[in-house]
């Protein structure tokens, strides 16, 4: 008897199992039935799959399309392009770097991984925790948890965190705007952070999503000091312009993207965090409120496209639901 799903007003399991996703009904029946479903690389043959790898270029990464150079260079509007590409492998696919793309992928985002050990060029010559954490915590989920280049990425993460516990964007606490960082780089040297400001529960929120992946680091003080500011800004504007609006934590995305109280219950979930928690119990319990009739809930954002995103965001509701309600489970 699945008694976490008692905080929904509709089960949504059995719409998930009728899914034509072969994809999304294995990882149902897995995480949240507990079936033996077989080895997960019976989906890496999938037409899905070998679609996105015709796209992959030699040197592993994938082209973006268009652009302008004068914010980004091509290598590094393609390591964001590849960051995109590898959320829907990793998260929908489970591809590991034992799928040679994989590999390739990886050593070409790693190439992008600077001697202080953040991914650096998406913000220009900028800083940038959270796609750096973005880009870990595929790589980590794709096998590359023991990875000392990995272990320097965390290094880097701990060295330029806020003194309240959480991240922000370097820049962003200098108070430089966006179209600064991108229109004038040329002019701008890469800007440390101001740790006497506030965090930001944006950058926090995809930075504790490569903590919660990683077995050891999820255990730290860090993570956890984090975890608890995260949750104390629930439903609360942002501290800085980007994505400041308070409805943003209701805007939901999967594979995740920005972070929202989905995203953060995934991660605070792995984190040891209980549903007990004040702050937890309200983001959870806004989801039995907020439930369609349907069994689903309604997706913001479709990037890259994809007519199930809706039973995906139900199953990575469910599955933080069981985790809360049945224990904390390790990413497989």
Request: aromatic share 12%; proline share 3%; glycine share 8%.
């Amino acid at each position: 008897m699945m008694k976490w799903i008692q905080l929904l007003k509709v089960n949504p399991v059995p719409l998930l199992l009728r899914s034509d996703n072969e994809a999304l009904v294995y990882f149902t029946k897995r995480d949240l039935l507990d079936e033996e479903v077989g080895s997960v690389d019976r989906l890496w043959r999938l037409p899905g799959v070998e679609k996105i790898l015709r796209g992959q270029q030699d040197d592993g990464s994938w082209k973006y399309s268009g652009g302008d150079e004068r914010i980004r260079s091509v290598t590094n509007y393609n390591q964001l392009q590849t960051y995109r590409i590898l959320r829907v492998l990793v998260e929908k696919y489970g591809l590991n770097k034992n799928h040679p793309a994989i590999g390739n992928a990886g050593g070409f985002l790693f190439s992008c991984q600077t001697r202080e050990g953040d991914f650096r060029g998406i913000y220009a010559n900028q800083f940038t925790p959270n796609y750096s954490a973005g880009i870990m915590e595929l790589l980590i989920k794709a096998g590359y948890e023991d990875d000392k280049r990995i272990k320097r990425g965390f290094e880097w993460l701990l060295s330029i965190r806020q003194d309240d516990g959480g991240w922000a964007i370097p820049f962003r606490t200098a108070g430089k705007r966006l179209s600064v960082a991108f229109y004038e780089q040329d002019k701008l040297e890469t800007i440390k952070a101001d740790k006497m400001k506030p965090s930001s529960h944006l950058v926090t929120g995809i930075v504790l999503r490569a903590f919660a992946a990683h077995g050891e680091y999820r255990k730290s003080k860090e993570a956890r000091e984090a975890g608890q500011f995260l949750k104390s800004q629930f439903f609360k504007r942002d501290k800085y312009p980007d994505r400041v609006s308070a409805s943003y934590w209701t805007k939901f995305s999967y594979p995740f993207w920005w972070t929202d109280i989905l995203s953060s219950l995934d991660s605070l979930s792995l984190l040891g965090f209980r549903r007990e928690d004040p702050d937890v119990e309200k983001a959870l319990d806004w989801f039995g409120r907020n439930q369609e009739a349907s069994g689903l809930w309604r997706a913001s954002y479709g990037n890259p496209k994809d007519e199930n995103v809706e039973l995906w965001i139900a199953l990575a509701v469910c599955r933080v639901l069981k985790r809360f309600h049945v224990g904390r489970s390790s990413y497989t």
